[in-house]
């Protein structure tokens, strides 16, 4: 098992936003999230990357304990979040945000061969590199943003919304990109409104609603389901 | 006559052409989209339409008055609401003091009278807080009214500022990327309320990413690409237009 | 030791309260706080005050006035108004005496002040008198300094930017005028700087024969003054009407830069300094290590207080100031000997500052060279004939 | 004006515009780095003249590896200040947390700060002044023209100092990491990096150039606790008219400010301060985010 | 920030609440005999007043340090026209106002495009400027400023001698600023300001021109600070420049900040009165006073950052809970400074 959450429970002051939600990944396997707004997506993300200590319930990765460690130790261990939002730094340049993303590989033979693999995921980067990275397209940006969280090297790779505000055609192109990084062996969480593309995506999917889990199983599964094409799938 | 005439309205960033001479209109209550690859100027247009920017050649006309370059609150004072693109709230705020805060041009009342506090003034006072009860009703926000805006979900936050925009009594309404982030029942609902909004009376212009949302709700539609327009027409007319699919739908079937 | 002597019988001593203020923010008020809390404990184990037969010790309750307005009048307040006491002994800082005063007047409490401005020594004050010699200084110095250079005729004079600047820079014309000098102008530089070469270069491009210090702060203030004066080329002579801190100045000028200087010496480093003088200076060392020439320039106001309440044999203030403002004073300090002056220059009729008597000399290859003195009475009358108008004595 | 005038009053302005031009890109790394307005500049710049005292006047060591020296003590008494005070305030703001919210706590902060090592210092080295004796005493005297070789020494430092922060903020990560983390922590910290220390480094860097600029100019003006009173107006000032968050503007605000108050004093007098005040006052009226910066806010 | 609807609800306890602290204000100095408690509440007075100007701009989202200027300029204002023109204080005191409204109504339209740090150090440079002016010309009585500037004249059998007077006189200009910025913050005027405050860009779809409602507190601000500016020349009989210097403007700032800055009102009233009685009761502290109220200041803004009333309305949770938390990460060695 690549990351294994138990029973956690995650607070916004006196609020509880995720009530004893437990979820698994293994290796290779790309799972889903899908949920209603404030469902608590975003924050299960948090949790596991760092951001958002939780009340209680604990996060394993790789056999290791990870609830309690701080966010930059648990991207050393392994994973990378491409935060909600896209979050890129926009006063700095395309290759300085890369730079950024690149902080954790030591050798400069390695940072080669990580940014050449990039320029193939996403030849428009290397056109852009001396540009602002805040004055590319949203559809530029999510690529930058994708891209950043793949320098970390990442066994598990987390994606909120990566096609929140994209056009059609580039959510298309976010779809094989995804499937591209999961066939090189990175396992993805996946958290989509667009469920349709999610469940497409991944291998498994969970539901939340209200903080609960309240369906998992095959995607392809719950693609079928009543309630989730009813509440999801707008079917 | 238009609601709101663009004529050949240009936008230069630096040495990016973020628009070049896009002209169209909106006629009154309907229900326009605006649609185009990331990066066509479509936030831009809209910074155009509600004073942010100030377009380098070209003229918009509201109500065949031309607010080309007028400060931002008189143009809202005018009648154009908008939401932006980024959740944009008083988010240290409750929802309720939200909307509230934006029936500002409610008043009518003059200043000094609302300081003194006088019995019109106060009566005014109470009107708008029904007012701003019934919006938030109306945007299904009133179970939520004492939350701190900064504590709602993002789909919510939308609906927020749309429930400020419409304190604002706008006639024309400006949004940009109203369902993102939203799934599909969440957009049907949403959608919904788009169409009352405009049997409120209130014409809208809106950005969105969501094709089957924009497909079912528009009545017109105008695709941007690379700053320039690229078509306009039905909604049935652009699905099946071969430079939109090429540009921007791809082979997505909707 | 103190603890060796056995102690006066308790029931005869009272205490008498004494108030001060000073700014604890500042070296000059810090230094002056010490003083304080070194020669007021010696004096009650000495001699105390005795008014009446009744012996009392002095007790001097002193507050920081942060050298501000309403700093000094928040701690006049509270002497006058909480601590009660009639007599305010050691303020340095025209603002905040100033403050000070519009408590202290109403309430008839006795102030020996260090400032002498016309805004404190004024004709409607009458419980206020001026410690400080600044301003009657001046008037021997200039014949010095015409004696030792007899071809300078010109003068610059370099002075802070602030009312007590103003107002010496201006009183030192007229008296350098009265001695046959042309004042060719004066600079200013607001007080915290530390960057004087734009001074010294204006100073320099005026080409004075001689350049005088009006109000300067004794310490590495004026040290910076004057080598910037000498980093910009200036060869003329140099007059000090301050007794400068040599060590403090040396620290930061070269010696070079002193050289020829004539001054107002301090009392402890005259050929023959007077026993209360060296007596001080050994006293300080002692008990502070680090001897600092600045801490005795405020203290004659305690020796004036002690002598004017011994003279007039009474606590009541008003009674005290109608005295020695109708009779003067004269009293001996560490100073040197001092007494109670009109100032008819300020219209002001009784006795309400003080001269004191000095010493002159020059600086010559890294040390003072003694020139003379003068004595308190022979300054009065060098004022009388400096400032036009009236009577000093 | 003659050239010999005109030559000293050159580098009268270039000495007293580099020294701000220190503190102020000091200043700006702090603000930007980590939103706080440092009131309490001024005194780390006095602390600088201190240390250098410390180490070159009373212990004798080499020039430059005193200031050297107070360079990193400055730095770790900056890395000591965050650490006890401005992390605590920063773990009390949210995301959410207003910009003027976060820049008012943290202004007072650094108040409270400032009472404490100023009237520390008083009470600490005592009240006597001192001074260093310059390691460059020498007048250059050729032509008319009359410099002190210890003023152009502190030029040249200067900029040498301008140009190696120059490098560390444009060509090394750390510089890089910076500007990141001024824009978006969490963005960063999702990289791996540990943001905290980058705010530490921040504020010591920033402390460090405050320290370097008192230890540079102490050999020319006096050690006193008093002298950091005052310079923190004029550095509010420079940064304000050079533009806040730019390099380029720093130096050019920094060396007009020199230049306007040397010629300003030799051409006006005592109004020359008055005079520059408004003048800058007129400057902003055009360009509200002062000459080089971007947007003001 | 309390939310607004809630400020209206229980109207009358609250009326009855103000009748009270009202009656207590004006009876207190009738129990006090020492002149110099009188003194230090009139300061209290005046500094609360001015840290409610602060507090006012601050609800639009400006932080100012120019409160001193404009509390000088009310003072000498005052002072010139009643010792040089020879009218009288009440006389003078319009066109005092006056004064200060057209020169912040000058200044503000111009300077309060800048937001964020460049207005703090604009109106930090505006303070500096005024207390240079003031130094500088001699018409305004230069370093060593003005003395025997005479007291208001009575009105009818109120005569302005005692320190009891000043202080009724102090009290009337701290209620009245109280009142009337009440008045404004629960108006439409007070919810543009707070509009402004969160999002100027929100406020300007909404028909609030973020601008003019920014100039408009910042001349009410200004007359305000003149008022207690010229009540203080009044006062004190004498003015110098160095009493309104930039410290001047960030001690003001203390205040609100300390009192509680989501308490427009009553925040700059708790905070002066702390920050004014507390350093003259640690004044047994000699030249040990700075670093103690350096310190206490310290100690506010990092443990208690809402402020003294902000701590006292919602005391910060010292459970249990928190206190095992700490306890723990103490025992297991890890660092406190998470950045979440
Ligand atoms: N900083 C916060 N403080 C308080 N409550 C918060 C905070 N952030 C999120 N919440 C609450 O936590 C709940 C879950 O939010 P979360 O953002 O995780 O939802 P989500 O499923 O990601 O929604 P969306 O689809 O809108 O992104 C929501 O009810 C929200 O109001
Ligand atoms: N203030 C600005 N300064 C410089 N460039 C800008 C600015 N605002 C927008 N741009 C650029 O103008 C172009 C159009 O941007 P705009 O935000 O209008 O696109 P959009 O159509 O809304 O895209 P999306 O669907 O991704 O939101 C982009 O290339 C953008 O980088
Ligand atoms: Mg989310
Ligand atoms: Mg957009």
Redesign the pocket.
């Known amino acids: 098992m690549l990351l294994k959450i138990n029973n956690l429970t995650i607070q ?2 006196k ?1 509880e ?1 995720i009530k004893g939600l437990s979820l698994e990944v293994s290796e290779k396997e790309i799972i889903t999230i899908i ?1 209603a ?7 299960v993300l948090r949790a596991i990357s760092g951001l958002k200590p939780p009340a209680s319930g604990d996060i394993w990765f790789r056999d290791s304990k990870i609830s309690g460690l701080r966010a930059h130790e648990i991207v050393r261990l392994g994973i990378s979040h491409v935060p ?1 939002g896209r979050r890129i730094l926009a006063p700095l340049s395309v290759a300085e945000n890369l730079e950024i993303g690149a902080y954790l590989i030591k050798t400069k033979r390695e940072k080669e061969t990580a940014f050449q693999n990039i320029f193939d995921h996403f030849p428009v980067l290397k056109e852009r590199m001396k540009q602002l990275a805040g004055s590319l397209s949203g559809g530029e940006q999510q690529m930058l943003a994708i891209a950043r969280a793949l320098l970390n090297q990442p066994r598990l790779l987390m994606m909120d ?1 990566p096609s929140m505000g994209l056009s059609p055609l580039v959510v298309e192109q976010v779809g094989r990109i995804i499937t591209d990084i999961n066939n090189r062996g990175i396992s993805i969480i996946l ?1 989509e ?1 667009n469920a349709r593309m999610a469940l497409s995506l991944a291998g498994r999917a969970y539901v ?1 609603e209200a903080g609960k889990c309240v369906l998992e199983g095959e995607a392809g599964a719950l693609a079928n389901d009543e309630r989730v094409k009813h509440a999801y799938l707008g079917g | 006559m238009p609601l709101l005439l663009v004529k050949n309205v240009t936008k230069v960033f630096g040495a990016l052409i973020a628009l070049r001479d896009v002209s169209f209109e909106v006629n009154r209550l309907e229900i326009l989209g605006l649609i185009g690859p990331n990066g066509a100027g479509k936030s831009t247009l809209f910074n155009l339409i509600s004073g942010f920017h100030r377009p380098d050649k070209g003229k918009i006309l509201f109500k065949d008055t031309e607010i080309t370059g007028l400060r931002v609150d008189r143009i809202a004072g005018m009648g154009i609401g908008r939401i932006f693109q980024e959740p944009t709230l008083f988010m240290q705020e409750t929802v309720f003091e939200n909307v509230f805060s934006g029936l500002h041009r409610h008043y009518r009342e003059p200043a000094w009278k609302a300081f003194l506090h006088t019995r019109a003034a106060n009566r005014e006072e109470a009107v708008s807080r029904e007012k701003a009860a019934e919006i938030l009703e109306f945007m299904d926000l009133a179970a939520m009214r004492d939350e701190l805006a ?6 919510h936050q939308r609906s927020l500022a749309i429930a400020i925009a419409l304190a604002c009594e706008p006639e024309l309404l400006l949004l940009d990327e109203p369902v993102t ?1 939203m799934n599909p029942s969440e957009t049907a609902v949403m959608s919904d309320k788009i169409r009352q909004i405009r049997e409120r009376g209130i014409t809208v212009l809106i950005v969105e990413h969501d094709m089957r949302a924009v497909m079912s709700l528009c009545d017109r539609i105008v695709v941007l690409n690379l700053g320039e327009k690229l078509v306009e027409g039905t909604p049935d007319r652009i699905k099946s237009d071969q430079r939109v699919i090429e540009a921007y739908l791809g082979k997505q079937v909707i | 030791s103190p603890a060796a002597t056995p102690p006066a019988p308790p029931a005869e001593v009272k205490t008498l309260k004494i108030g001060a203020s000073l700014p604890f923010t500042d070296s000059m008020g810090i230094d002056t706080k010490k003083a304080l809390e070194m020669i007021v404990p010696a004096f009650n184990q000495a001699v105390g005050l005795t008014v009446k037969g009744q012996k009392y010790n002095l007790d001097f309750v002193i507050y920081d006035d942060k050298y501000t307005a309403d700093g000094g009048r928040a701690a006049v307040e509270r002497l006058v108004n909480e601590d009660k006491v009639q007599f305010i002994v050691g303020q340095i800082g025209s603002a905040p005496i100033v403050a000070g005063l519009t408590v202290t007047e109403p309430a008839k409490v006795l102030v020996f002040c260090g400032g002498a401005s016309d805004k404190i020594i004024n004709p409607n004050n009458k419980y206020v008198f001026g410690t400080a010699v600044w301003r009657t200084n001046l008037p021997p110095l200039f014949p010095y300094l015409k004696q030792a250079f007899p071809n300078a005729k010109t003068i610059v004079n370099l002075s802070p930017d602030d009312e007590t600047g103003k107002n010496l820079a201006r009183d030192n014309s007229k008296v350098a005028t009265a001695a046959g000098f042309t004042v060719l102008d004066s600079v200013y530089y607001p007080r915290p700087t530390q960057d004087f070469a734009p001074f010294a270069t204006k100073v320099v491009s005026l080409n004075p024969d001689v350049v005088n210090f009006p109000g300067t702060a004794a310490g590495t203030s004026f040290g910076l003054q004057l080598k910037a004066l000498y980093e910009a080329g200036y060869k003329g002579a140099l007059v000090s009407p301050m007794p400068p801190n040599l060590s403090e100045v040396l620290s930061v000028a070269p010696k070079e830069a002193l050289e020829g200087m004539v001054t107002i010496m301090p009392p402890t480093d005259v050929p023959n300094p007077s026993s209360m003088a060296s007596q001080y200076q050994k006293d300080w060392t002692a008990k502070y290590g680090q001897w600092s020439v600045a801490s005795l320039q405020w203290i004659p106001a305690f020796y004036a207080f002690v002598e004017a309440v011994k003279k007039t044999d009474s606590l009541d203030p008003g009674a005290v100031a109608s005295n020695i403002s109708a009779n003067g004073l004269s009293w001996e300090s560490a100073n040197g000997k001092a007494m109670l002056v009109k100032r008819p220059d300020y219209k002001n009729n009784r006795f309400c500052d003080t001269v004191s008597s000095l010493n002159f000399g020059k600086f010559t290859n890294g040390k003072y060279e003694f020139l003379g003195s003068i004595s308190a009475e022979d300054l009065a009358k060098a004022n009388e004939a400096a400032f036009d108008g009236g009577s000093w004595k | 004006m003659s050239l010999s005038l005109f030559v000293q009053l050159l580098v009268n302005a270039l000495t007293i515009g580099s020294i701000y031009v220190l503190m102020v890109l000091g200043l700006d790394i702090i603000l930007r780095g980590t939103k706080i307005l440092n009131f309490a500049h001024g005194q780390l710049y006095m602390l600088g003249a201190y240390v250098m005292f410390l180490f070159f006047q009373a212990l004798h060591w080499n020039f430059l590896l005193s200031l050297a020296l107070t360079g990193l003590a400055l730095g770790l008494v900056g890395m000591l200040i965050y650490l006890g005070v401005f992390a605590t305030l920063a773990r009390r703001f949210t995301p959410t947390t207003t910009f003027s919210y976060r820049l008012l706590l943290s202004a007072m902060a650094s108040v409270g700060l400032m009472m404490i090592l100023q009237q520390g210092t008083l009470l600490g080295f005592g009240t006597q002044e001192r001074g260093i004796q310059p390691p460059f005493p020498q007048i250059i005297d050729s032509f008319g023209v009359r410099v002190s070789l210890m003023r152009l020494a502190i030029i040249l430092a200067s900029l040498v100092i301008c140009v190696l922060l120059y490098l560390l903020m444009n060509k090394t990560s750390l510089g890089r990491l910076m500007r990141a983390v001024s824009y978006d922590p969490e963005a960063v910290t999702l990289q791996g990096v540990n943001t905290f220390w980058v705010f530490v480094f921040c504020f010591a860097l920033g402390s460090a150039l405050a320290g370097l600029a008192g230890g540079i100019i102490a050999p020319v003006f006096s050690v006193t606790p008093a002298m950091g009173q005052d310079v923190i107006f004029l550095s509010l000032l420079v940064l304000l008219v050079g533009g806040i968050g730019s390099y380029r503007g720093t130096i050019a605000g920094g060396l007009l400010i020199g230049l306007l108050l040397s010629f300003g004093f030799q051409l006006l007098g005592g109004v020359a301060e008055l005079f520059v005040f408004m003048l800058v006052i007129v400057i902003l009226i055009f360009k509200p985010g002062g000459m080089l910066g971007e947007a003001a806010e | 920030m309390k939310p607004l609807n809630k400020l209206t609800q229980g109207r009358g306890k609250k009326l009855l609440a103000a009748a009270v602290v009202l009656v207590a204000l004006i009876i207190l100095p009738l129990c006090i005999e020492s002149d110099y408690v009188k003194h230090l509440l009139i300061m209290v007075c005046l500094g609360a007043t001015l840290a409610m100007t602060f507090s006012m701009l601050f609800s639009t989202g400006l932080i100012t340090l120019g409160a001193a200027a404009f509390y000088a300029v009310g003072a000498y204002a005052s002072t010139l026209l009643v010792m040089n023109a020879g009218l009288s204080f009440w006389l003078a005191l319009p066109l005092t106002l006056l004064a200060a409204a057209v020169l912040a109504l000058g200044f503000g339209a111009i300077f309060v495009r800048n937001a964020g740090v460049a207005f703090v150090i604009i109106t930090l440079i505006f303070a500096q400027v005024v207390v240079l002016a003031a130094g500088q010309l001699d018409f305004l009585g230069g370093w060593g400023g003005i003395i025997g500037i005479p007291r208001p004249d009575s009105i009818g059998p109120i005569q302005f001698t005692s320190k009891l007077s000043f202080y009724y006189l102090a009290l009337a200009v701290l209620l009245l600023t109280a009142l009337v910025f009440q008045a404004l913050y629960s108006s439409r005027i007070g919810r543009a300001w707070r509009a402004i405050k969160l999002s100027p860009n929100l406020a300007g779809t909404l028909g609030i021109n973020p601008y003019r409602y920014r100039v408009l507190a910042f001349v009410i601000a200004s007359i305000v600070a003149a008022l207690a500016g010229s009540v203080y020349a009044h006062y004190s009989q004498n003015i110098t420049p160095d009493a309104f210097g930039g410290w001047l403007s960030i001690y003001i700032q203390l205040y609100a900040v300390l009192g509680g800055l989501e308490f427009y009102i009553l925040g700059p009233v708790i905070g002066s009165l702390v920050m004014i009685f507390v350093p003259e009761y640690l004044r047994i502290m000699k030249e040990w006073e700075p670093i103690i109220t350096g310190v206490l200041l310290l100690v506010i803004i990092l443990f208690f950052p809402g402020g003294i009333l902000g701590t006292v309305k919602d005391p910060p949770g010292l459970s249990l809970k928190k206190f095992h938390s700490l306890y723990n990460r103490l025992k297991t060695g890890k660092k406190l400074d998470k950045s979440s």
């Open positions: 916004y002051g609020a936003v949920g707004n404030g469902a608590g997506k975003t924050t909600e919304e958290v409104q939340l | 900064a504590n709602l979900p993002h789909g982030g």
